[in-house]
């Protein structure tokens, strides 16, 4: 049974960084597109990066040249650099796995299938 945990989350002030791990299980994951999410008090699920087996890449453009998706195969782990956050980047951030029957690195949703719990991530002012 696939399962995704994140891990890093926490409370940061505006122009710091933070580092969210996520740890797959259950699965042959060098196999697996991987996406990050993020979901802000009253507002919907949207999309953040998601990489390749490849480390291809892809980023929201509201993150794109701050954040840095990345993946150690060896240690089943895809990862979340984040720098020079701001207080808009204050979410629930979520990792997931692309379902195997979609292609590329979609930016939507159902495009995938297992999810993590998601960590918190507070930016402050």
């Known amino acids: 049974q696939v399962q995704l945990v994140e891990s890093g989350g926490g409370l940061v002030q505006a122009g710091g960084s933070l580092r969210l791990s996520c740890a797959f299980s259950?699965?042959?994951?060098?196999?697996?597109?991987m996406g990050w999410f993020r979901q802000a008090p009253g507002k919907e699920r949207e999309f953040v990066a998601a990489?390749?087996?490849?480390?291809?890449?892809n980023y929201a453009d509201s993150v794109n040249g701050r954040f840095t998706i990345s993946r150690d195969n060896a240690k089943n782990t895809v990862y979340l650099q984040m720098n020079s956050l701001k207080p808009e980047d204050t979410a629930v951030y979520y990792c997931?796995?692309?379902?195997?029957?979609?292609?590329?690195?979609?930016?939507?949703?159902?495009?995938?299938?297992?999810w993590g719990q998601g960590t918190q991530v507070t930016v402050s002012s």
């Open positions: 259950g699965g042959t994951f060098t196999s697996y597109v």
């Open positions: 997931a796995r692309r379902s195997q029957t979609v292609v590329g690195l979609p930016t939507t949703m159902r495009a995938y299938d297992y």
């Open positions: 990489i390749g087996w490849k480390s291809n890449s």
